[in-house]
């Protein structure tokens, strides 16, 4: 008998490539003193008043499951907010469901729509998580690049000669990670015609929705015709800065919302109480804080873009989220060698862009939800490096 | 004085670090670093910025001694005359660090420095409570310093918590 136990494992889960994150998170790891710009979530500790609700909520016992679509409250307070930010309607009842981070969101609405080999356009350089979610429900990722040239906007042509019989669904994601690209209605016009035009659904991934930095942000959900076709995703781990609660939630078209809860409720039963407790602070009272976190992560955008642009690489102005994408093509290296020999010369940790995908070869993720004294250090080291490598 | 959004910010990075240079903030608030250094003159000139001071946590100075006492003054509202009076009085005295009116059951909150809390006792009782207009006052000594000026002291800045890569 053989002792190799990987015999076992799924044909589907064994294809799945480890993530790049996680090959540069073992290295970095073994270092001391580096700085971090590799980190893909909020510097700040959750408001204290988050915090403090959940404490309350366990002092007053509420320790139970609650329904498996999440406290009504919260769904409500939840609809509440899509309506009164994105004039998006949902019904707290059907329409919404919390899940455990946007994370389980995306996994049981792609296993809630997909049948074996239904394709998913993936609009790279993107999320980690995507190609591989869509793997685990049985679909079939297909990557549409963006480039710099464009601002990393997708090109509607490109969308439209990737779609084909077999495409089911697109996942849109709106501030995005990792090149901080937004797009305007505008943009987002031509591509819900596409859409439209050839009968899709959108996991719109809004997560970044709260950290835009310029006006006017469009739910995908309420551009015309895409409510019935949208399942929007969003939480509260980067806006209200709570990552390590494991919070989020789905808001679409009931039928969908309905078999995505019929999943969860089978796997997970339902989010953690405590948290639960916690969002329904966030929502109520937390929209100052989430303003104060907004403008210290644009005032750092400011200043990493100048950093950037002083060194002489080339950067996308990020609409939003707290990433920068900048191309460090000039220095010949590849982004994976740029990555590595910087975190080995300068002790500074970026992300390589090829791990979002291929369109991501030839720049780097720099997180800049990092303090400003740690962020100008990090500038002055990256600048140094780049000037070694350049001449 | 009319301030605009960028000029609100520039003051609230200067009043969380009095040291951030001109050029840092310029880049923070797309302004040119000379238009900062207008800002920043402007808001001198008017006295919006009154000075810049440094928060330091006395206690984990080695040999270093003092106290903070707050007193809760009640004065004589004196026709014609108001509070101001009776605050410049007290104001003027350099053991004096801070004095406000206070709506309630008491007139001036004053915060008194000294070496040591008999010195800060004599001052409130042959200093303060002397003065005409000063019916009563009570006071109440600092013993530990939470938090002061927005800054939680003991708070260590270096206490990220994050893994060095996440998604
Ligand atoms: C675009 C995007 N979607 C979803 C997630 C996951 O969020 P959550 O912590 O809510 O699962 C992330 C986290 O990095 C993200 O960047």
């Known amino acids: 008998m053989s002792s190799d136990t990987s015999r076992f494992i799924a044909e589907h889960v064994d294809s799945l490539k480890p993530s790049g994150i996680r090959r540069f998170f ?142 089911k669904a697109i996942i849109l994601c709106n501030p995005n990670n990792p090149t901080g690209t937004m797009l305007s209605r505008e943009e987002l016009l031509p591509i819900a015609n596409l859409i439209q035009e050839h009968d899709l659904l959108v996991l719109s991934d809004e997560i970044y929705a709260e950290l835009s930095y310029d006006d006017g ?71 100052a804080s989430v303003e104060q976190m907004k403008k210290s992560y644009r005032q ?92 | 004085m009319k301030v605009d959004k960028k000029e609100i910010e520039i003051l609230e990075l200067l009043e969380k670090n009095g040291r951030m240079d001109v050029h840092t903030i310029a880049q923070m608030v797309e302004l040119s670093p000379e238009e900062v250094e207008q800002a920043i003159q402007k808001f001198e000139d008017q006295q919006i910025i009154h000075g810049y001071s440094t928060l330091i946590d006395w206690t984990e100075v080695l040999g270093y001694e003092g106290v903070t006492a707050m007193i809760d003054v009640k004065v004589t509202p004196v026709r014609g005359k108001g509070f101001n009076d009776v605050a410049e009085r007290i104001y003027r005295f350099p053991e004096v660090k801070a004095v406000y009116l206070m709506s309630g059951a008491y007139d001036l909150s004053v915060s008194v420095e000294g070496k040591t809390m008999s010195q800060v006792a004599r001052f409130v009782s042959e200093k303060l409570s002397t003065l005409d207009t000063v019916i009563s006052t009570t006071t109440h000594f600092i013993l530990k310093k939470y938090k002061h000026d927005g800054i939680i002291f003991g708070e260590d800045d270096n206490n990220d918590r994050r893994m060095p890569v996440s998604p």
């Not at chain 1, 609700?53 to 907010?81: F, K």
């Not at chain 1, 369109?359 to 100008?376: D, F, H, N, P, V």
């Open chain 1, 217 to 287: 942000y469009v739910s995908f959900a309420s551009l015309p015709e895409m409510y019935e076709r949208t399942i929007l995703i969003s939480g509260f781990s980067k806006s209200f800065a709570m990552t390590g609660w494991r919070l989020g939630y789905a808001a679409g078209p009931a039928a969908l919302i309905q078999a995505m809860t019929k999943i969860h409720q089978y796997t997970i039963m339902c989010a953690p109480t405590m948290a639960q407790y916690g969002a329904v602070e966030a929502l109520r009272s937390g929209s």
């Open chain 1, 26 to 167: 073992d290295l970095a790891s073994t270092m001391e003193n580096v700085i971090s710009l590799g980190v893909g979530e909020p510097d700040f500790v959750t408001p204290w008043n988050v915090i403090e609700a959940s404490y309350h909520s366990l002092e007053q016992g509420y320790t139970a499951y609650t329904a498996n679509a999440g406290l009504l409250e919260l769904r409500q307070l939840i609809a509440e907010y899509l309506q009164s930010a994105y004039a998006v309607p949902y019904r707290a009842e059907d329409q919404v469901i919390v899940t455990v981070g946007a994370s389980q969101a995306i996994d049981i609405a792609l296993r809630a729509i997909l049948n074996p080999g239904d394709e998913v356009i993936i609009v790279e350089p993107c999320f980690v998580a995507y190609a591989s979610a869509v793997t685990l429900a049985g679909g079939v990722p297909v990557s549409v690049g963006t480039q710099a040239a464009n601002e990393f906007k997708l090109q509607p042509e490109e969308l439209m000669n990737s779609i084909t019989k077999r495409t």
């Open chain 1, 300 to 391: 750092r955008r400011n200043f990493v873009m100048t950093a950037f642009e002083d060194m002489g690489l080339m950067t996308n102005r990020p609409g939003g989220a707290f990433y920068i994408f900048p191309s460090i093509k000039e220095t010949g290296l590849s982004s994976e060698e740029f990555a590595e020999a910087l975190l080995i010369e300068e002790k500074v940790a970026v992300v390589p862009g090829s791990v979002f995908g291929e369109s991501g070869e030839g720049y780097i993720r720099c997180s800049y939800a990092t303090s400003m004294k740690q962020l100008t250090e990090a500038m002055k080291r990256i600048k140094r490096f780049v000037e070694r490598r350049l001449i």
